[in-house]
């Protein structure tokens, strides 16, 4: 129980301290070494004596401390600065406050998703040291071994050094384009922990909670960033629905036949709230509309209620910012419902003829729900049947396979 | 720190640039040059002379072993570097962006490793 509450202390405080600590001894990877020990200590002294009444100043100072210790030990010939020395004294006698400059939190997490990192890596160093995973936890929610996760994390500390990665917020200009990365990493690792499901570690589904955590942290240190509270939104809305989104055997439920009592509709309220503001900004963004698609579902109570149209028309907008086969499937599968199957078909029609969708089973599985919607049986059983060919996840399998039973 | 700023792009393209055009480009590189100058961040650079001109050395078993063209085949080719002192990366991406180059080729950005 203990253990617990400081874990979850730790990670409360961390992302601050850690961001601190960056900035005060101007090396990333020092800064997290003197950290991690500072957690470890934390651990074993709060559990004998109990918890400090300032935990963020308690790891603050021991991990200074740490960290001169490190620096000692790595350059022994060299002096260290009369400045730092100082300011470990200064920040000994007033341990009672950790001074947090507002932006260090933010800039940790511009640097941990710059574009000089490759994608994994950004997710890794974001969810270690924003969000206080550990490296196993990491490593159970993507499912490979440790030790990969290990060294990917390492050489990404290592090029932040090498490269001279700079610890900074990007200036204005270089802002919107830079946040573009950090809200396209956050929801890599949403999509990450939503496709998790039943039955799989409860680790990949709290991926979600860990992006959702990332994105509250965006949006209050960067207000007035409405593509910011588009993915917010998007996320949270999604998140609401997620309880209903797999049957106890772990088959997916599509969205026509979820238990919509179970969408968690204090979630759907908190998201519809956050892109109202987004939106009253005046700048769209593809965020923004995904997040209004998703609000538009999860305002209505049964599935006859959804605002077909209205999603169709935003699909649309949606295909005039981000242009491509996958959202142009969606925007088809919208149509089929505003204005009926045929629409749609002819849409998906001229995709499947494109070829940009081959090897994608959700375009087959598409064309079989009209099909079958249609009453054209035969045809609806060969789509399911090309669908299932190349379906891959286990669960998305079995409804294929129940639809494909259910045409007799 | 410095980084080299690394010129990669299509051969072919440049050598079919008419004579109007390689004078543009030219120009561009030449102001660019002056630029990096100006702001005391240039150290050094040079454009190359073509892949077909290059020569890679071998040494395997104590025997050299010499053959014609770049070290490889690639699909974009080295045509010219820059050396450039500079705070940090953010800093080497801004000036490698403005490279001429970046429009069509791959600017590599890289730090020297500090000297022995």
């Known amino acids: ?408 | 720190m410095q980084y080299i700023v690394l010129i990669y792009g299509s051969e072919k393209g440049w050598t079919s640039l008419s004579k109007p055009e390689a004078e543009q480009m030219y120009a561009e590189y030449r102001k660019y040059s002056e630029e990096l100058v100006k702001a005391g961040v240039m150290r050094g650079g040079s454009e190359l002379k073509p892949t077909s001109t290059a020569t890679t050395v071998r040494v395997r078993g104590g025997k050299r072993q010499v053959t014609d063209g770049p070290f490889a085949e690639t699909k974009e080719q080295l045509g010219g570097y820059y050396l450039i002192e500079v705070p940090n990366l953010e800093s080497a991406l801004d000036w490698a962006s403005r490279c001429p180059g970046a429009r069509d080729g791959s600017i590599e950005v890289r730090p020297l490793a500090p000297s022995m």
């Open chain 1, 1 to 408: 129980m203990l253990a617990r509450a400081i874990d979850q202390l730790v990670r409360r405080e961390g992302p601050r301290v850690l961001a601190g600590l960056i900035r005060w001894s101007g090396d990333f990877d020092l800064a997290e070494e003197a950290f991690q020990a500072a957690c470890t200590q934390a651990l074993e002294a709060w559990t004998q004596r109990g918890l400090p009444r300032r935990p963020g100043a308690w790891l603050t100072t021991v991990a200074r401390r740490r960290a001169v210790d490190l620096m000692r030990r790595r350059r022994p010939d060299v002096p260290l600065e009369p400045e730092l020395l100082e300011a470990l004294a200064a920040d000994e006698a007033e341990s009672d406050s950790v001074p947090e400059v507002a932006d260090d939190r933010l800039r940790l997490l511009f640097t941990v998703c710059h574009p000089a990192l490759a994608p994994a890596a950004q997710i890794g160093l974001a969810l270690r040291t924003l969000c206080g995973l550990t490296t196993a936890e990491i490593a159970r929610a993507y499912l490979e071994p440790e030790p990969t996760t290990a060294q990917r994390l390492v050489r990404a500390k290592r090029k932040i050094a090498e490269a001279r990665i700079p610890y900074e917020v990007p200036p204005a200009d270089r802002l919107t384009e830079r946040l573009e990365g950090v809200l396209s990493t956050i929801y890599l690792v949403f999509n990450e922990g939503f496709s998790a499901t039943e039955g799989e570690s409860w680790i990949r589904a709290d991926l979600c909670a860990e992006a959702i955590r990332l994105g509250r942290l965006v949006v209050e240190l960067l207000p007035g960033e409405p593509e910011a509270e588009g993915l917010l939104a998007l996320m949270l809305l999604h998140d609401a629905r997620r309880p209903a989104r797999t049957a106890p055997d772990g088959t997916v439920v599509p969205l026509e036949e979820q238990d919509r009592t179970v969408w968690d509709h204090a979630l759907i309220d908190e998201g519809t709230a956050v892109l109202d503001r987004a939106v009253a900004r005046g700048n769209p963004g593809p965020y923004q509309v995904q997040a209004a698609i998703a609000a538009l579902h999860g305002r209505a109570a049964h599935p006859g209620e959804t605002d077909w149209p209205q999603i169709a028309a935003l699909y649309g907008a949606l295909l005039r910012t981000t242009p491509g086969p996958i959202v142009e499937l969606n925007a088809a599968a919208a149509v089929a419902m505003a204005h009926g199957p045929a629409a749609g078909l002819a849409w998906m029609e001229r995709l499947e003829q494109s070829g940009a969708l081959e090897g994608y089973h959700l375009l087959p599985a598409a064309q079989a729900d009209l099909l079958r919607r249609l009453g054209r049986t035969d045809e609806a059983r060969l789509a399911y049947q090309r669908a299932l060919a190349l379906v891959r996840h286990p669960a998305e399998r079995r409804l294929l396979e129940r639809r494909l039973a259910e045409l007799g």
